[in-house]
């Protein structure tokens, strides 16, 4: 790949992971805001949850920009974000107004969903660790 591309490639995963790191470090510093929200969503385990979405969201986020283990990182923000879209944005039992910002933050998860999809597709690129791993397996494997 040229070397634009890769370039490319790595901010894409950054502006992708972005939202993630600052979510879930929003999540640290808004600790009781964010338990009461996902208790007014009738949420069980509220405490075991909201630990592990900052874990999800921090560790998902720091795996896409650093490209360690990227695909794995990518695949447990997309379940993540899966169950929050249909948790949080269920626009459908929303009237007026509200209905219509709950199906804007819908349908920009889903457009973030496709972006972690490509990532699944693609992988992280040259400029990772993962590709750094790979390279060094090949070549312990020619010696």
Do not use: C
């Not at 890769?6 to 992971?17: D, H, P, V």
């Not at 808004?30 to 969201?57: D, F, H, R």
């Not at 379940?79 to 107004?97: C, D, M, Q, V």
């Amino acid at each position: 790949m040229a070397r634009g591309g890769r370039i490319l490639l790595f901010l894409g995963r950054f502006f992708l992971a972005l939202i993630f790191l600052l979510s879930g470090l929003n999540k640290i510093f808004a600790w009781k805001q964010t338990a009461s929200y996902m208790v007014s969503k009738e949420m069980p385990l509220v405490m075991l949850l909201l630990l592990g979405a900052i874990i999800v969201e921090i560790g998902g986020s720091l795996s896409l920009i650093l490209g360690f283990w990227t695909r794995l990182g990518a695949l447990a923000l997309l379940f993540f974000l899966i169950a929050a879209t249909l948790i949080f944005h269920n626009f459908w039992s929303y009237e007026g107004p509200e209905r219509q910002a709950q199906m804007i933050n819908f349908m920009k998860n889903l457009a973030i969903m496709g972006g972690l999809v490509l990532v699944l597709a693609i992988g992280a690129g040259s400029l990772s660790f993962d590709h750094k791993k790979s390279r060094a397996t090949l070549s312990a494997n020619r010696h």
